[in-house]
């Protein structure tokens, strides 16, 4: 039972009896999620409840000519339903006129409206958990463009979904577009931090010996939590774009200006929501090197890698990055995971404690926020280290 539940239990109860749908491309997580909601949940069951698994089976199987349909296997009557999506999971297939084609985020996110589709309003309450947010890059209109994101929310918000939890949104405001429902935009700072210290020799979190450098400006307030949280001090690289160009979807990147104070001789933390084809943040890690940066980690919410990880190892090689850390929240490749320089830092009990806690409708203040919760183990691990 969890303890900080227990002197309530006898007043506290669920919205409904848990369950979680994982769609294809996040299975690995989701047992994990489970599991670890079956440790926290044992000794609560009730008549309503089998605490075995909270799985709710589903499939989504396709046609030959590419059309897909949702089928739900188990009841989901009176369930409160969680489902976990990952839009980002490339590495599954299906056959489309005889060919093999590889799933996009356009597929993923019609199988999830297709799922709620065969809820068919059974459920007591549909939460989605999307780490990596469909749309999420296209969050704003600059010029006659569409707003992916934004309608992508509208459609769950209109289908039922009473609450969507994502993971380092490219930017937090879309949630404008569905005001009425519930929308939490979590990060992986704790996890972070706690990864750093397992995976990193004599790492130390002062002014002294570390510094927070953000990627550009868009990710200022990323790195800036944990610069206000230490008291460490903070540069920023400004992105010089040529606009006249799009190369991939995106203007090319012409050059990295560096604002902040000298490097030399510190470790270097670098926090971004995602590495695409990682171009831009061997650059910036060049000019680090450039200016004698000591030892340089960088942490992302999802490492992509779209053009494979063969630069990022060149890097490593010449001794120009110590230590790339990203989550599991979406598909990683292969050979990213094998690789000396890459920590995976493993989500499944966060989500776990997220899903724990909307199901019991309590308050998701301190998982959201946890400041104190980094402070305490960093004064933990030093504690350690001075004995």
């Not at 320089?341 to 926020?369: C, H, P, Q, R, T």
Request: charged residues 30%; negative net charge.
């Amino acid at each position: 039972m969890n303890p900080e539940r227990a002197p309530f239990s006898s007043l506290s109860f669920p919205v409904g009896p848990l369950g979680i749908i994982a769609m294809d491309g996040c299975k690995d997580i989701a047992k994990k999620v489970d599991d670890w909601l079956l440790e926290e949940r044992h000794g609560e069951a009730n008549s309503s409840e089998d605490l075995s698994s909270f799985f709710i089976k589903s499939r989504c199987p396709r046609f030959s000519n590419g059309e897909a349909k949702a089928i739900i296997d188990e009841s989901v009557r009176g369930k409160d339903i969680y489902i976990l999506c990952d839009v980002g999971n490339y590495s599954l297939t299906y056959n489309f006129m005889g060919n093999t084609n590889h799933m996009s985020p356009d597929d993923h996110f019609a199988d999830l409206k297709r799922i709620i589709s065969a809820i068919a309003g059974k459920a007591k309450r549909i939460n989605v958990i999307m780490p990596f947010l469909y749309g999420g890059r296209q969050h704003k209109r600059v010029v006659r463009e569409s707003l992916d994101c934004a309608e992508a929310l509208r459609e769950l918000s209109e289908v039922g979904v009473a609450n969507i939890i994502t993971f380092d949104a490219h930017d937090s405001r879309v949630s404008n577009a569905i005001p009425e429902i519930g929308f939490e935009d979590v990060h992986a700072y704790y996890q972070f931090i706690k990864a750093l210290y397992t995976h990193v020799d004599n790492f130390k979190v002062d002014k002294e010996h570390l510094m927070m450098v953000s990627p550009d400006e868009g990710g200022i307030h990323r790195n800036l939590y944990y610069s206000s949280l230490f008291g460490i001090d903070l540069g920023v690289f400004i992105k010089r774009r040529d606009y006249s160009r799009i190369i991939n979807g995106r203007n090319p990147i012409v050059a990295h200006e560096f604002i902040g104070d000298d490097v030399e001789g510190k470790d270097i933390l670098i926090l971004d929501d995602m590495l695409s084809s990682g171009d831009s943040m061997i650059d910036i890690i060049k000019e680090l090197k450039r200016r004698k940066a000591g030892r340089i980690f960088a942490a992302v919410t999802y490492a992509l890698f779209t053009d494979g990880i063969g630069e990022f190892q060149k890097c490593y090689e010449q001794g120009l990055i110590d230590k790339l850390l990203a989550t599991n929240l979406t598909y990683r490749r292969p050979e990213l995971k094998a690789a000396p320089w890459f920590v995976e830092v493993d989500m499944s009990k966060y989500i776990a404690k997220l899903i724990d806690a909307l199901n019991y409708d309590e308050s998701l203040g301190g998982l959201v926020n946890p400041a104190q919760r980094i402070l305490n183990y960093v004064h933990k691990k030093e504690v350690e280290e001075k004995k």
